[in-house]
């Protein structure tokens, strides 16, 4: 969904980064790195919500920053791109998990488990389906940067308002967005595949 905003971003970002130290893998690392370390002393009740979300957008920049730093200096690789692709699972996992941390309670844990299946379903649906030979991208409405603006801004939402159901609506939002995000390119993948 975002793809097409993406793409005429991606030459400003580039230009933007093309002055940071070429080393794309730190970057990767980095941001999960920030993200372990926020949700960490989050649990630990060291820092504030708010800090945590300010972390978190620290580490989606970097997420972003990776690759076209990867493409300016001409170091994409295969190793970076799978990286990078595991290093998100994990990152997509602590931010939603972060949820939990500030609800407690069942039904805030089936939702965040509901999501995370969904996130990484829809994932593994496009990695399989692409090296079968089909391209993906753009393929279903919850793709990983509509993912982490919902789970950043629902943080926000909930430290501005501090309503309870702002993560509730989110993270419904998620479990059934992700879930038929994985289901649309199962179908889309399963038709072209014939």
Do not use: W
């Amino acid at each position: 969904m975002l793809e097409k905003i993406r793409s005429r971003i991606s030459p400003i970002v580039e230009k933007l980064v093309s002055k940071l130290p070429p080393y794309p893998n730190y970057y990767t690392i980095l941001s999960l790195v920030i993200t372990s370390l926020a949700f960490t002393l989050l649990v630990l009740n060291y820092i504030t919500l708010t800090l945590v979300i300010l972390l978190y957008i620290i580490a989606a920049l970097l997420d972003m920053i990776d690759g076209a730093v990867a493409r300016i200096h001409n170091l994409v690789s295969s190793r970076g791109a799978l990286l990078d692709s595991v290093i998100d699972r994990y990152v997509d996992f602590i931010i939603t998990c972060t949820y939990i941390v500030v609800l407690n309670n069942v039904l805030m844990q089936v939702l965040v488990l509901a999501t995370i299946l969904g996130s990484f379903m829809t994932s593994y649906i496009r990695a399989r389906s692409e090296s079968l030979g089909l391209k993906l991208s753009g393929v279903g409405i919850f793709e990983r940067a509509e993912r982490l603006i919902l789970l950043i801004s629902g943080l926000i939402l909930y430290k501005l308002l501090e309503v309870e159901l702002i993560l509730y609506i989110v993270l419904t939002i998620l479990a059934f967005g992700t879930n038929l995000t994985a289901i649309h390119r199962l179908v889309y993948s399963f038709r072209k595949l014939r």
